[in-house]
Protein backbone atom coordinates (compact mmCIF):
# COMPACT_ATOMS: atom_id res chain seq x y z
CA UNK A 1 0.00 0.00 0.00
CA UNK A 2 1.76 3.12 -1.54
CA UNK A 3 1.12 6.57 -2.21
CA UNK A 4 0.78 6.82 -5.98
CA UNK A 5 4.28 8.39 -7.12
CA UNK A 6 5.86 7.58 -4.01
CA UNK A 7 9.01 5.60 -4.05
CA UNK A 8 9.25 2.33 -4.20
CA UNK A 9 8.73 0.55 -0.32
CA UNK A 10 9.95 -2.70 1.29
CA UNK A 11 6.65 -4.32 2.32
CA UNK A 12 7.49 -4.19 5.88
CA UNK A 13 7.91 0.06 5.38
CA UNK A 14 4.42 0.30 3.67
CA UNK A 15 2.71 -2.10 6.63
CA UNK A 16 4.85 0.61 8.72
CA UNK A 17 2.96 3.26 7.57
CA UNK A 18 -0.27 1.74 6.35
CA UNK A 19 -0.17 1.03 10.56
CA UNK A 20 0.83 4.25 11.06
CA UNK A 21 -2.38 5.61 9.15
CA UNK A 22 -4.73 3.01 10.95
CA UNK A 23 -3.92 4.10 14.10
CA UNK A 24 -4.28 7.66 13.06
CA UNK A 25 -7.85 6.69 11.61
CA UNK A 26 -9.19 5.22 15.00
CA UNK A 27 -7.33 8.30 16.88
CA UNK A 28 -9.05 10.84 14.65
CA UNK A 29 -12.34 8.82 14.94
CA UNK A 30 -12.06 9.10 19.30
CA UNK A 31 -11.24 12.80 18.29
CA UNK A 32 -14.81 13.27 16.60
CA UNK A 33 -16.13 11.70 19.79
CA UNK A 34 -14.34 13.63 22.54
CA UNK A 35 -14.15 17.06 20.53
CA UNK A 36 -18.41 16.60 19.78
CA UNK A 37 -19.22 15.58 23.60
CA UNK A 38 -17.13 19.00 24.68
CA UNK A 39 -19.19 20.79 22.08
CA UNK A 40 -21.85 19.84 23.49
CA UNK A 41 -21.20 20.06 27.31
CA UNK A 42 -20.80 23.91 26.52
CA UNK A 43 -23.57 24.52 24.83
CA UNK A 44 -24.92 24.20 28.26
CA UNK A 45 -22.39 26.05 30.09
CA UNK A 46 -23.75 30.26 31.16
CA UNK A 47 -21.94 32.93 29.18
CA UNK A 48 -20.30 36.04 29.88
CA UNK A 49 -22.94 39.16 29.73
CA UNK A 50 -23.34 40.14 26.54
CA UNK A 51 -24.40 43.45 24.29
CA UNK A 52 -28.57 44.43 24.06
CA UNK A 53 -29.56 43.35 20.91
CA UNK A 54 -29.95 46.91 19.85
CA UNK A 55 -28.05 50.05 21.14
CA UNK A 56 -31.40 52.16 21.85
CA UNK A 57 -32.58 52.33 25.30
CA UNK A 58 -35.96 52.38 26.13
CA UNK A 59 -38.46 55.61 26.38
CA UNK A 60 -38.14 55.44 30.60
CA UNK A 61 -42.06 57.27 31.11
CA UNK A 62 -43.95 53.79 32.42
CA UNK A 63 -47.08 52.66 31.25
CA UNK A 64 -50.06 52.66 33.55
CA UNK A 65 -49.80 50.36 36.78
CA UNK A 66 -52.48 47.52 37.05
CA UNK A 67 -54.43 46.22 39.91
CA UNK A 68 -53.15 42.91 39.97
CA UNK A 69 -50.98 40.86 37.87
CA UNK A 70 -51.57 37.45 36.64
CA UNK A 71 -49.32 35.30 34.35
CA UNK A 72 -50.37 31.80 33.10
CA UNK A 73 -47.00 30.39 31.08
CA UNK A 74 -48.74 27.46 28.77
CA UNK A 75 -44.88 25.80 28.44
CA UNK A 76 -44.37 23.90 24.86
CA UNK A 77 -47.09 25.25 23.35
CA UNK A 78 -46.85 25.87 19.74
CA UNK A 79 -48.14 29.34 18.15
CA UNK A 80 -50.54 26.87 15.81
CA UNK A 81 -51.87 24.79 18.57
CA UNK A 82 -52.40 27.84 20.85
CA UNK A 83 -54.95 29.76 18.11
CA UNK A 84 -57.33 26.52 18.09
CA UNK A 85 -57.55 26.78 21.85
CA UNK A 86 -61.61 27.85 21.96
CA UNK A 87 -61.20 29.35 25.83
CA UNK A 88 -57.77 31.00 25.22
CA UNK A 89 -59.72 32.49 21.56
CA UNK A 90 -62.23 33.45 22.93
CA UNK A 91 -60.58 35.72 25.69
CA UNK A 92 -58.06 36.94 23.44
CA UNK A 93 -61.10 37.47 21.05
CA UNK A 94 -62.14 40.19 24.05
CA UNK A 95 -58.40 41.29 24.58
CA UNK A 96 -55.10 41.84 22.73
CA UNK A 97 -53.56 39.44 20.58
CA UNK A 98 -49.83 39.36 19.88
CA UNK A 99 -47.06 36.90 18.64
CA UNK A 100 -43.92 37.05 20.51
CA UNK A 101 -40.55 36.27 19.66
CA UNK A 102 -38.91 34.31 22.56
CA UNK A 103 -34.94 34.51 21.27
CA UNK A 104 -32.89 31.92 21.30
CA UNK A 105 -32.56 29.44 22.56
CA UNK A 106 -35.99 28.44 23.26
CA UNK A 107 -35.26 26.50 26.36
CA UNK A 108 -37.70 27.23 28.74
CA UNK A 109 -35.78 28.49 31.93
CA UNK A 110 -33.73 30.86 29.71
CA UNK A 111 -36.87 31.87 28.17
CA UNK A 112 -38.48 32.64 32.01
CA UNK A 113 -35.25 34.06 32.78
CA UNK A 114 -36.01 36.78 29.48
CA UNK A 115 -39.53 37.49 30.72
CA UNK A 116 -39.09 38.24 34.03
CA UNK A 117 -35.43 39.67 33.89
CA UNK A 118 -35.97 41.68 30.89
CA UNK A 119 -32.32 41.21 29.22
CA UNK A 120 -32.11 38.22 26.17
CA UNK A 121 -30.41 35.28 26.54
CA UNK A 122 -27.15 36.20 25.07
CA UNK A 123 -27.19 39.97 27.35
CA UNK A 124 -27.98 37.79 30.56
CA UNK A 125 -25.27 34.93 29.40
CA UNK A 126 -28.48 32.32 30.83
CA UNK A 127 -28.81 30.37 27.35
CA UNK A 128 -29.30 27.25 27.16
CA UNK A 129 -29.86 27.21 31.27
CA UNK A 130 -31.25 23.58 32.73
CA UNK A 131 -30.22 23.80 36.38
CA UNK A 132 -31.80 26.00 39.04
CA UNK A 133 -30.95 29.78 39.85
CA UNK A 134 -29.73 29.28 43.16
CA UNK A 135 -29.88 31.95 44.36
CA UNK A 136 -32.73 33.75 42.46
CA UNK A 137 -31.00 37.20 40.59
CA UNK A 138 -32.18 39.92 42.76
CA UNK A 139 -33.66 42.52 40.03
CA UNK A 140 -35.95 39.55 38.66
CA UNK A 141 -39.47 41.04 38.52
CA UNK A 142 -40.71 38.20 41.08
CA UNK A 143 -38.11 39.11 43.29
CA UNK A 144 -38.72 42.96 43.31
CA UNK A 145 -42.84 42.03 44.21
CA UNK A 146 -43.44 41.86 47.77
CA UNK A 147 -46.24 38.64 47.91
CA UNK A 148 -45.02 37.44 44.83
CA UNK A 149 -47.03 33.97 44.23
CA UNK A 150 -45.98 31.11 41.58
CA UNK A 151 -47.45 27.74 41.31
CA UNK A 152 -46.23 25.13 39.02
CA UNK A 153 -47.85 21.33 37.69
CA UNK A 154 -44.02 20.24 37.64
CA UNK A 155 -40.46 21.05 37.05
CA UNK A 156 -39.69 23.03 40.20
CA UNK A 157 -36.27 23.72 39.61
CA UNK A 158 -37.53 26.67 37.05
CA UNK A 159 -40.54 28.01 38.92
CA UNK A 160 -38.18 28.44 41.87
CA UNK A 161 -35.29 30.14 40.60
CA UNK A 162 -36.76 34.09 39.77
CA UNK A 163 -37.47 34.64 43.23
CA UNK A 164 -41.00 34.51 44.16
CA UNK A 165 -41.98 35.22 47.31
CA UNK A 166 -44.42 31.86 48.15
CA UNK A 167 -43.86 29.03 45.03
CA UNK A 168 -46.02 25.55 44.94
CA UNK A 169 -44.77 23.05 45.36
CA UNK A 170 -41.93 23.70 47.34
CA UNK A 171 -38.59 22.11 46.65
CA UNK A 172 -38.50 19.01 49.16
CA UNK A 173 -41.49 17.86 47.48
CA UNK A 174 -39.89 15.15 45.02
CA UNK A 175 -43.42 13.57 44.85
CA UNK A 176 -44.99 15.81 42.48
CA UNK A 177 -42.29 15.26 39.83
CA UNK A 178 -43.91 11.37 39.05
CA UNK A 179 -46.46 11.32 36.19
CA UNK A 180 -49.93 10.40 38.03
CA UNK A 181 -48.30 12.30 40.95
CA UNK A 182 -51.58 13.39 43.43
CA UNK A 183 -50.10 17.09 42.76
CA UNK A 184 -50.49 16.67 39.15
CA UNK A 185 -53.77 15.21 39.23
CA UNK A 186 -55.55 16.72 42.25
CA UNK A 187 -54.02 19.64 43.61
CA UNK A 188 -52.39 21.40 40.62
CA UNK A 189 -55.05 23.35 39.41
CA UNK A 190 -56.80 23.64 42.34
CA UNK A 191 -54.02 25.50 43.90
CA UNK A 192 -53.71 27.51 41.29
CA UNK A 193 -57.17 28.81 41.54
CA UNK A 194 -56.84 29.47 44.70
CA UNK A 195 -53.78 31.84 43.86
CA UNK A 196 -54.95 33.29 41.44
CA UNK A 197 -57.97 33.93 42.98
CA UNK A 198 -55.91 35.54 46.14
CA UNK A 199 -54.99 39.51 46.86
CA UNK A 200 -51.40 38.48 45.44
CA UNK A 201 -49.98 41.81 42.98
CA UNK A 202 -48.64 39.23 41.06
CA UNK A 203 -49.32 35.37 40.57
CA UNK A 204 -47.69 32.98 38.09
CA UNK A 205 -49.24 29.84 36.67
CA UNK A 206 -47.09 27.78 35.10
CA UNK A 207 -48.21 24.77 33.22
CA UNK A 208 -46.11 21.62 31.76
CA UNK A 209 -48.07 18.87 30.60
CA UNK A 210 -48.30 20.37 27.28
CA UNK A 211 -44.00 20.56 26.76
CA UNK A 212 -43.93 16.90 28.69
CA UNK A 213 -46.12 15.80 26.04
CA UNK A 214 -44.10 16.84 23.39
CA UNK A 215 -41.24 15.20 24.28
CA UNK A 216 -42.69 12.10 24.78
CA UNK A 217 -45.09 11.94 21.93
CA UNK A 218 -44.44 14.96 19.60
CA UNK A 219 -46.20 18.02 18.91
CA UNK A 220 -48.34 16.38 16.31
CA UNK A 221 -49.73 13.79 18.71
CA UNK A 222 -53.06 13.33 20.08
CA UNK A 223 -51.24 13.27 23.35
CA UNK A 224 -50.01 16.54 22.75
CA UNK A 225 -53.51 17.72 21.78
CA UNK A 226 -55.07 16.64 25.27
CA UNK A 227 -52.76 18.34 27.17
CA UNK A 228 -53.12 21.41 25.43
CA UNK A 229 -57.52 20.81 26.13
CA UNK A 230 -56.54 19.78 29.48
CA UNK A 231 -54.80 23.42 30.01
CA UNK A 232 -57.55 25.22 27.76
CA UNK A 233 -60.05 23.64 30.47
CA UNK A 234 -58.01 24.83 33.06
CA UNK A 235 -58.07 28.68 31.97
CA UNK A 236 -61.60 28.98 31.77
CA UNK A 237 -61.75 27.93 35.77
CA UNK A 238 -58.83 30.44 36.30
CA UNK A 239 -59.90 32.98 34.14
CA UNK A 240 -63.27 32.91 36.48
CA UNK A 241 -61.58 33.31 39.23
CA UNK A 242 -59.22 36.25 39.01
CA UNK A 243 -59.45 39.65 40.96
CA UNK A 244 -61.23 42.31 39.51
CA UNK A 245 -59.10 45.41 37.59
CA UNK A 246 -56.50 42.42 37.02
CA UNK A 247 -54.43 42.51 33.81
CA UNK A 248 -53.84 39.07 32.17
CA UNK A 249 -50.81 37.52 30.30
CA UNK A 250 -51.23 33.87 29.10
CA UNK A 251 -48.62 32.80 26.82
CA UNK A 252 -46.22 30.19 25.67
CA UNK A 253 -42.57 29.83 25.83
CA UNK A 254 -41.55 28.75 22.72
CA UNK A 255 -43.44 25.89 20.40
CA UNK A 256 -42.12 22.02 19.46
CA UNK A 257 -41.04 19.87 16.64
CA UNK A 258 -44.19 18.06 14.78
CA UNK A 259 -41.95 14.81 16.33
CA UNK A 260 -41.35 16.15 19.95
CA UNK A 261 -38.45 19.12 20.68
CA UNK A 262 -37.09 22.63 20.79
CA UNK A 263 -34.56 24.67 21.49
CA UNK A 264 -33.93 26.30 18.35
CA UNK A 265 -34.57 29.18 16.24
CA UNK A 266 -37.47 27.74 14.06
CA UNK A 267 -39.90 30.39 13.58
CA UNK A 268 -42.94 28.15 14.40
CA UNK A 269 -41.46 27.34 17.95
CA UNK A 270 -39.50 30.78 18.23
CA UNK A 271 -42.65 32.57 17.89
CA UNK A 272 -45.85 31.85 19.91
CA UNK A 273 -49.06 33.20 21.14
CA UNK A 274 -49.81 35.67 23.75
CA UNK A 275 -52.93 37.32 25.09
CA UNK A 276 -53.14 40.22 26.91
CA UNK A 277 -56.31 40.61 28.97
CA UNK A 278 -58.14 42.90 31.78
CA UNK A 279 -57.09 46.96 31.35
CA UNK A 280 -55.41 47.17 28.01
CA UNK A 281 -55.76 47.61 23.91
CA UNK A 282 -57.46 45.37 22.50
CA UNK A 283 -57.60 44.03 18.76
CA UNK A 284 -55.41 41.49 16.93
CA UNK A 285 -51.62 42.80 16.94
CA UNK A 286 -50.08 39.36 16.15
CA UNK A 287 -49.25 40.26 12.36
CA UNK A 288 -45.53 41.17 13.23
CA UNK A 289 -44.49 39.64 16.48
CA UNK A 290 -42.85 41.74 19.27
CA UNK A 291 -39.99 40.23 21.34
CA UNK A 292 -40.26 38.69 24.59
CA UNK A 293 -38.08 41.71 26.13
CA UNK A 294 -40.85 43.93 25.08
CA UNK A 295 -43.51 41.56 27.20
CA UNK A 296 -40.87 42.21 30.01
CA UNK A 297 -41.39 46.11 30.05
CA UNK A 298 -45.11 45.45 29.71
CA UNK A 299 -45.07 43.25 32.10
CA UNK A 300 -42.91 45.73 34.71
CA UNK A 301 -45.11 49.04 33.80
CA UNK A 302 -48.07 46.74 35.56
CA UNK A 303 -45.96 46.00 38.80
CA UNK A 304 -45.55 49.20 38.61
CA UNK A 305 -41.58 48.58 38.73
CA UNK A 306 -38.73 49.78 36.49
CA UNK A 307 -37.18 47.65 34.37
CA UNK A 308 -33.18 47.33 35.39
CA UNK A 309 -31.03 49.74 32.99
CA UNK A 310 -30.07 47.49 30.87
CA UNK A 311 -33.13 46.17 29.61
CA UNK A 312 -34.29 46.58 25.86
CA UNK A 313 -37.61 46.32 25.96
CA UNK A 314 -39.85 49.35 24.30
CA UNK A 315 -43.42 49.62 25.12
CA UNK A 316 -46.33 47.95 23.47
CA UNK A 317 -46.79 51.00 20.82
CA UNK A 318 -43.37 51.07 19.76
CA UNK A 319 -42.37 47.70 19.60
CA UNK A 320 -45.73 46.99 17.20
CA UNK A 321 -44.09 49.88 15.17
CA UNK A 322 -40.81 48.68 15.18
CA UNK A 323 -40.67 45.45 15.29
CA UNK A 324 -36.91 44.73 14.43
CA UNK A 325 -37.57 40.78 13.02
CA UNK A 326 -34.94 38.38 14.30
CA UNK A 327 -32.52 40.80 15.92
CA UNK A 328 -32.21 39.30 19.45
CA UNK A 329 -30.96 36.29 17.56
CA UNK A 330 -27.14 35.65 17.42
CA UNK A 331 -25.67 35.42 14.31
CA UNK A 332 -22.09 34.60 13.06
CA UNK A 333 -19.77 37.64 11.80
CA UNK A 334 -18.53 38.45 8.41
CA UNK A 335 -15.22 37.29 9.33
CA UNK A 336 -16.63 33.56 10.33
CA UNK A 337 -18.67 33.63 7.35
CA UNK A 338 -15.38 34.64 5.28
CA UNK A 339 -13.51 31.78 6.73
CA UNK A 340 -15.99 28.81 7.07
CA UNK A 341 -16.30 29.73 3.32
CA UNK A 342 -13.07 29.51 2.16
CA UNK A 343 -12.46 26.26 4.10
CA UNK A 344 -15.32 24.51 2.58
CA UNK A 345 -14.57 25.89 -0.70
CA UNK A 346 -10.80 24.00 0.21
CA UNK A 347 -12.33 20.57 0.62
CA UNK A 348 -14.34 21.08 -2.34
CA UNK A 349 -11.94 21.30 -4.77
CA UNK A 350 -9.95 18.73 -2.95
CA UNK A 351 -12.92 16.93 -3.62
CA UNK A 352 -13.63 17.74 -7.32
CA UNK A 353 -9.77 17.68 -8.79
CA UNK A 354 -9.19 14.22 -8.91
CA UNK A 355 -10.82 11.16 -10.41
CA UNK A 356 -10.10 9.19 -7.51
CA UNK A 357 -11.59 11.81 -4.91
CA UNK A 358 -14.81 12.31 -7.15
CA UNK A 359 -15.14 8.06 -7.11
CA UNK A 360 -15.10 8.46 -3.23
CA UNK A 361 -17.20 11.39 -2.32
CA UNK A 362 -20.50 10.28 -3.05
CA UNK A 363 -20.75 8.89 0.66
CA UNK A 364 -20.89 12.27 1.89
CA UNK A 365 -23.83 12.96 0.53
CA UNK A 366 -25.38 9.64 0.89
CA UNK A 367 -24.81 10.21 4.30
CA UNK A 368 -25.79 13.70 4.72
CA UNK A 369 -29.30 12.81 2.45
CA UNK A 370 -30.31 9.85 4.54
CA UNK A 371 -29.45 11.45 8.22
CA UNK A 372 -31.80 14.39 6.92
CA UNK A 373 -34.53 11.82 5.53
CA UNK A 374 -34.77 9.70 8.75
CA UNK A 375 -34.15 12.75 11.40
CA UNK A 376 -35.44 15.93 9.36
CA UNK A 377 -34.10 19.37 9.77
CA UNK A 378 -30.57 19.73 11.59
CA UNK A 379 -31.35 22.06 14.75
CA UNK A 380 -30.94 22.26 18.18
CA UNK A 381 -35.06 21.59 18.37
CA UNK A 382 -33.98 18.11 16.73
CA UNK A 383 -32.96 15.34 19.73
CA UNK A 384 -30.81 13.31 17.73
CA UNK A 385 -28.30 16.43 18.04
CA UNK A 386 -27.56 15.31 21.26
CA UNK A 387 -27.13 11.93 22.27
CA UNK A 388 -22.99 11.06 23.68
CA UNK A 389 -22.39 8.84 20.87
CA UNK A 390 -25.01 10.52 18.25
CA UNK A 391 -25.97 6.47 17.47
CA UNK A 392 -29.45 7.33 15.67
CA UNK A 393 -27.68 10.05 13.30
CA UNK A 394 -24.64 7.04 12.95
CA UNK A 395 -27.01 4.41 11.89
CA UNK A 396 -29.02 7.24 9.83
CA UNK A 397 -25.58 7.95 7.85
CA UNK A 398 -24.93 4.22 7.35
CA UNK A 399 -25.56 3.91 3.83
CA UNK A 400 -22.75 6.27 2.81
CA UNK A 401 -20.62 4.60 5.27
CA UNK A 402 -21.05 1.22 3.27
CA UNK A 403 -20.52 2.87 0.23
CA UNK A 404 -17.34 4.82 1.64
CA UNK A 405 -16.24 0.98 2.93
CA UNK A 406 -16.53 0.06 -0.77
CA UNK A 407 -15.31 2.21 -2.59
CA UNK A 408 -12.33 2.88 -0.06
CA UNK A 409 -11.75 -1.37 -0.08
CA UNK A 410 -11.56 -1.35 -3.65
CA UNK A 411 -8.02 0.89 -3.98
CA UNK A 412 -7.08 1.40 -0.04
CA UNK A 413 -4.33 3.72 0.43
CA UNK A 414 -3.60 7.16 2.69
CA UNK A 415 -4.43 9.86 -0.11
CA UNK A 416 -7.50 7.94 -0.30
CA UNK A 417 -8.23 8.91 3.04
CA UNK A 418 -7.32 12.46 2.40
CA UNK A 419 -9.91 12.86 -0.57
CA UNK A 420 -12.55 10.83 1.06
CA UNK A 421 -12.49 12.81 4.29
CA UNK A 422 -12.07 16.38 2.81
CA UNK A 423 -15.29 17.27 2.70
CA UNK A 424 -16.57 16.09 5.91
CA UNK A 425 -13.34 17.48 7.39
CA UNK A 426 -14.40 21.08 5.95
CA UNK A 427 -17.87 21.11 7.04
CA UNK A 428 -16.83 20.17 10.25
CA UNK A 429 -14.23 23.17 10.53
CA UNK A 430 -16.75 25.49 9.38
CA UNK A 431 -19.43 24.77 11.18
CA UNK A 432 -17.57 24.77 14.62
CA UNK A 433 -16.40 28.47 13.21
CA UNK A 434 -20.02 29.28 12.32
CA UNK A 435 -21.32 28.02 16.06
CA UNK A 436 -18.29 30.13 17.96
CA UNK A 437 -16.11 27.19 18.52
CA UNK A 438 -13.24 29.17 18.53
CA UNK A 439 -14.68 31.84 21.04
CA UNK A 440 -15.78 29.15 23.68
CA UNK A 441 -11.93 27.98 23.57
CA UNK A 442 -11.17 31.04 25.46
CA UNK A 443 -13.86 33.21 27.39
CA UNK A 444 -17.30 31.32 29.06
CA UNK A 445 -19.01 31.42 25.33
CA UNK A 446 -21.04 28.82 24.91
CA UNK A 447 -21.15 27.97 21.07
CA UNK A 448 -24.92 28.66 20.62
CA UNK A 449 -25.74 29.88 17.24
CA UNK A 450 -28.97 28.92 15.69
CA UNK A 451 -28.86 26.07 12.92
CA UNK A 452 -24.86 26.07 13.10
CA UNK A 453 -24.30 24.33 16.43
CA UNK A 454 -26.47 21.65 15.60
CA UNK A 455 -25.10 20.90 12.40
CA UNK A 456 -21.37 20.72 14.07
CA UNK A 457 -22.47 18.04 16.52
CA UNK A 458 -23.73 16.43 13.13
CA UNK A 459 -21.01 16.93 10.69
CA UNK A 460 -18.72 15.49 14.09
CA UNK A 461 -21.04 12.39 14.48
CA UNK A 462 -20.92 11.80 10.57
CA UNK A 463 -16.62 12.54 10.32
CA UNK A 464 -15.65 10.37 13.20
CA UNK A 465 -18.29 7.97 11.76
CA UNK A 466 -16.43 7.57 8.47
CA UNK A 467 -12.94 7.53 10.34
CA UNK A 468 -13.71 4.54 12.16
CA UNK A 469 -15.72 3.35 8.50
CA UNK A 470 -12.46 3.76 6.80
CA UNK A 471 -10.22 2.44 9.54
CA UNK A 472 -12.42 -0.82 9.76
CA UNK A 473 -12.57 -1.31 5.79
CA UNK A 474 -8.47 -1.16 5.99
CA UNK A 475 -8.43 -3.60 8.68
CA UNK A 476 -10.55 -5.72 6.06
CA UNK A 477 -8.73 -5.38 3.33
CA UNK A 478 -5.43 -6.11 5.49
CA UNK A 479 -6.40 -9.51 7.17
CA UNK A 480 -8.10 -10.31 3.51
CA UNK A 481 -4.97 -10.01 2.15
CA UNK A 482 -3.06 -11.99 4.48
CA UNK A 483 -5.24 -14.57 4.54
CA UNK A 484 -4.74 -14.72 0.92
CA UNK A 485 -0.94 -14.86 1.19
CA UNK A 486 -0.81 -17.18 3.65
CA UNK A 487 -2.79 -19.50 1.50
CA UNK A 488 -0.58 -18.82 -1.92
CA UNK A 489 2.55 -19.87 1.22
CA UNK A 490 0.92 -22.77 1.72
CA UNK A 491 -0.20 -23.58 -1.97
ZN1 LIG B 1 -39.22 21.16 26.88
Same mark, same amino acid.
Given at each position: MTDSGAPAVTPSAARGRAAIVWLLLLLGAWGCYAARRELIGRFFRDGQPGAPPWPERAARAPGPAAAAVRVVLLDGLSRAHA??????????????????????????????????????????????????????????????????????????????????????????????? +?? %??????? #?? /? !? *???? @????????????????????? +?? %??????? #?? /? !? *???? @???????????????????????????????? /??????????????????????????????????LADALGLAPVDDAPGRPLAQALADPRPEQTLPRPGGGAWALAACLLAAAAWVTLASAAARRLAPWSVLSLGSVLAVHGAITLSNPAVYPPLGAGVLLAASPGFVYLAIAFARRPSARAVVLALALPLGATAATAILAGVPASLWRPAPPLVPRASAWCSVCFTVTGGALATVALAWAAVAAWRGLQAARRARG
Open positions: LQLPVLSRACAGGLELAVDVGFPTVSLPVQAVLWGGRTQQQSGLQYRIARLDPPPPDMLPARVAGSVAVAESHRDIVHSFGFAQVQPPLARDDIE +AA %GSSWRTH #EF /A !A *AARE @AIASAAPLVFVHVLRIDEAGH +AH %GGDSPQY #EA /A !A *ADAD @AWLQQWLDAGPPGARWWVLADHGHRPRGGHGD /AEPEIRIVRACVLGGTATGDRSATPIHLVDVHRE
